[in-house]
């Protein structure tokens, strides 16, 4: 699929060790959903982040040529139409790019909350919250690369359905 400049990929916007710190501090604070056997956690879209365990973006170049040998974990896909069936996950990580429209969020977030797990997790990071009537937001942290830089929302919303 094309991806229109402003949402693709930078150098910018691939995680660093503080915010990859942080969301396994988050994981181990929410261990009731996160340690258990087989635990499975999608990362959409990844870019070239790899907290996880299956992996998803509309741009093959995230990912390497061994990588998508594994089709069941690796996966170039739209993030609004996600190829996976609903509850599969436990917990999904997602850093949208952040120039979406308002009316461009919606469907990439029901999207995630569809294929997690009734009381499953959301990770989210953007400069807004997604929240639905059916879903609870458990905590936000806002983050700053550097004083006076961006800020982003970290929100970790819990699935009802
Ligand atoms: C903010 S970056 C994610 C960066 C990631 N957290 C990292 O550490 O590398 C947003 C990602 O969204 C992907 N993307 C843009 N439009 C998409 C779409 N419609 N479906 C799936 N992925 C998309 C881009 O390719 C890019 O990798």
Redesign the pocket.
């Known amino acids: ?1 094309e ?1 229109k400049k402003q ?3 930078r150098k910018a ?3 660093d060790a503080t915010i990859e710190k942080f969301i396994f501090n988050i994981l181990r604070k929410y261990s009731n959903i996160t340690y258990k056997r087989n635990v499975k956690i999608l990362n ?6 790899r907290i996880g365990t299956h992996f ?4 093959k170049n ?1 990912f390497t040529e061994e990588e998508l040998e594994d089709e069941e974990h690796y996966k170039i ?4 139409e996600l190829p996976y069936k609903d509850n599969y996950f436990d917990i999904a990580i997602s ?4 120039k979406l429209k308002y009316f461009k969020r919606f469907k ?1 977030y029901y999207e995630l909350t569809r294929v997690v797990r009734d009381n499953g997790l959301v990770i989210y990071n953007a400069t807004w919250i997604p929240t639905s009537k059916y879903d609870e937001v458990l905590e936000v942290y806002v983050r700053q690369d550097t004083a006076f830089g961006l800020t982003s929302i970290f929100s970790i919303i819990q699935v009802k359905k």
């Open positions: 699929m991806i949402h693709k990929i916007w691939i995680w959409c879209p990844c870019g070239k982040s998803c973006d509309a741009d995230v896909a739209d993030m609004r850093d949208p790019p952040w990439p």
